[in-house]
């Protein structure tokens, strides 16, 4: 890809930070927030930048606390506000079952990680759910208080506070927004409220894994916090990330509990819809909203 225009002033920017020379600036595809440059510096190094409106602080730390944690991820450079410069990895996001596997594992690993004061959790959060501070999923704020419930962190939390901000976006239809919170009321009967708080990785799609001779290199864009781990398989398999082999070798490593594909998958799911739809304002998203709580029932 050829430079764009703002790219001298990102070179720049970077130059500055790292106090080092940049020699070119390369824009790449990124995700739907902010811009990702590959920038080449006097002394060799390859580094990647990043700049947008959210606040990429949140993301460092979460690099950091996943990184702490064991998973492969981008080593954090500068971090700011409006910058962040990572570790440049290569690879790409062809996702092939023997990297089914290696995700697998690798998640499968993470989600046996509880919250640590390592992390800036207080001593007060061991067995709750929620993260040190708030985290973001794309350009979205996600609530992380310390809770003793998981039901009642998913349906405060996750369910109705994504329901209520696409109610105030006018993207979500009135009687489908009545179903949403006609099943947050039963929640208690129909999710586990005492799973082990899980650390995940929160947003494991295709694009967001780099992979290389049959490994995973590094997983980018977390939106972190503890929860219930079927939380990220139910995104895996909304987003499509893997396939069979990614199932199998998680489920052999740590174990997938009896119930899962039955109703706790489409449930979870109702939470990266609803963020689709506030995003793409596209009513398919509703569609497949009204589908999942007719086959839960509502």
Same mark, same amino acid.
């Given at each position: 890809?050829? %430079?764009?225009?703002?790219?001298?002033?990102?070179?720049?920017?970077?130059?500055?930070?790292?106090?080092?020379?940049?020699?070119?600036?390369?824009?790449?595809?990124?995700?739907?927030?902010? +811009?990702?440059?590959?920038?080449?510096?006097?002394?060799?190094?390859?580094?990647?930048?990043?700049?947008?409106?959210?606040?990429?602080?949140?993301?460092?730390?979460?690099?950091? #606390?996943?990184?702490?944690?064991?998973?492969?991820?981008?080593?954090?450079?500068? +971090?700011?506000?409006?910058?962040?410069?990572?570790?440049?990895?290569?690879?790409?996001?062809?996702?092939?079952?023997?990297?089914?596997?290696?995700? &697998? $594992?690798?998640?499968?690993?993470?989600?046996?990680?509880?919250?640590?004061?390592?992390?800036?959790?207080?001593?007060?959060? *061991?067995?709750?759910?929620?993260?040190?501070?708030?985290?973001?999923?794309?350009?979205?704020?996600?609530?992380?208080?310390?809770?003793?419930?998981?039901?009642?962190?998913?349906?405060?939390?996750?369910?109705?506070? /994504? &329901?209520?901000? *696409?109610?105030?976006?006018?993207?979500?239809?009135?009687?489908?927004?009545?179903?949403?919170?006609?099943?947050?009321?039963?929640?208690?009967?129909?999710?586990?409220?005492?799973?082990?708080?899980?650390?995940?990785?929160?947003? #494991?799609?295709?694009?967001?894994?780099? &992979?290389?001779?049959?490994?995973? $290199?590094?997983?980018?864009?977390?939106?972190?916090?503890?929860? =219930?781990?079927?939380?990220?398989?139910?995104?895996?398999?909304? &987003?499509?990330?893997?396939?069979? *082999? /990614?199932?199998?070798?998680?489920?052999? *490593?740590?174990?997938?509990?009896?119930?899962?594909? %039955?109703?706790?998958?489409?449930?979870?799911?109702?939470?990266?819809?609803?963020? =689709?739809?506030?995003?793409?304002?596209?009513?398919?998203?509703?569609?497949?909203?009204?589908? =999942?709580?007719?086959?839960?029932?509502?």
């Amino acid at each position: 890809m050829s %430079e764009g225009a703002r790219s001298p002033r990102l070179g720049a920017r970077v130059a500055d930070a790292l106090e080092t020379p940049v020699e070119s600036v390369t824009e790449l595809d990124g995700g739907e927030v902010g +811009r990702v440059a590959r920038v080449t510096l006097a002394d060799g190094r390859t580094v990647a930048a990043k700049t947008g409106e959210t606040p990429l602080g949140v993301e460092a730390f979460m690099l950091d #606390v996943l990184a702490d944690r064991g998973l492969p991820v981008p080593e954090v450079l500068y +971090r700011g506000d409006d910058l962040l410069v990572l570790e440049y990895v290569e690879g790409d996001s062809e996702i092939i079952p023997v990297v089914e596997r290696d995700a &697998a $594992r690798h998640l499968a690993a993470l989600h046996g990680e509880r919250p640590a004061e390592r992390d800036g959790a207080s001593d007060e959060a *061991a067995g709750k759910y929620g993260f040190p501070r708030d985290t973001l999923t794309g350009p979205y704020r996600q609530p992380n208080p310390w809770t003793d419930s998981w039901v009642a962190f998913f349906r405060d939390r996750r369910l109705r506070h /994504f &329901a209520r901000k *696409a109610r105030e976006a006018g993207v979500l239809p009135a009687k489908l927004g009545d179903r949403l919170d006609a099943l947050a009321g039963d929640l208690d009967s129909l999710l586990p409220d005492d799973p082990p708080p899980a650390l995940i990785h929160g947003d #494991v799609w295709a694009n967001n894994i780099l &992979a290389a001779d049959g490994r995973v $290199r590094a997983f980018l864009d977390p939106a972190c916090y503890f929860g =219930h781990a079927e939380v990220e398989l139910a995104y895996v398999a909304f &987003a499509g990330s893997f396939g069979d *082999a /990614f199932f199998e070798t998680y489920d052999e *490593a740590r174990g997938i509990d009896p119930g899962f594909d %039955e109703g706790r998958r489409a449930i979870y799911q109702l939470v990266p819809l609803l963020e =689709h739809l506030l995003y793409f304002e596209d009513d398919r998203y509703a569609a497949k909203i009204a589908d =999942h709580l007719t086959d839960l029932g509502y």
